[in-house]
């Protein structure tokens, strides 16, 4: 498919779903390129959810049709409010299904010598030793964000008694 004018790409990509249009982003740059094309993503999204919907949710700025069509999707998945999902490994924070902080994920690496180290959990494990990094899990993340924000609305909280 190298070999293919511009054109005919775009007509076999046309054909795909959002899924496999994903899937052919990450084959190669021109194919990034190709199927990350706006009219792409503008008929998919009126393909799924509609003209009018295509109408009212059409892109302003630098979002594209692929960031709606994603945030869109995100919504019809996990819904309006604040949430936090996992994606994968990685855990988010969802507002209006935009990705508003990204908490976190549940990989577990090699430290130096060659004891798991767990971004979750925050230990460090050796041979039958555990030991408390002062690094923070997402649990910790998690905490911490909701404090922010119940901190956040009783300051709101106390303004509107003013007025």
Known sequence: MGRL?????????????????GTAQQVCRRWK????DNILWSNLFEERWG?????????????????????????DRV???LKIIREGRD?????????????GSRRQQKGPNGCLLSSETGFVGGEGSLEEEPSLGILDK?????GDLESAS???AKRSRKV
């Not at 390129?33 to 990350?36: E, G, N, R, T």
């Not at 003209?51 to 919504?75: H, I, N, T």
């Not at 998690?142 to 909701?146: E, G, N, P, Y």
């Open 51 to 75: 003209r009018d919907q295509a109408a009212f949710y059409a892109p302003v700025g630098l979002k594209s049709w692929k960031d709606m069509y994603e945030v869109q999707d995100r919504c």
């Open 33 to 36: 390129v190709l199927a990350s």
């Open 79 to 81: 819904g309006l409010g």
């Open 154 to 156: 009783s300051v709101c």
């Open 142 to 146: 998690i905490l911490f964000f909701l």
């Open 91 to 103: 855990y988010y924070l969802i507002h209006q299904g935009e990705i508003q902080r990204h908490l």
């Open 5 to 21: 004018p511009a054109d005919v790409c775009m007509k076999i990509f046309g054909s795909l779903d959002h899924q496999n249009l």
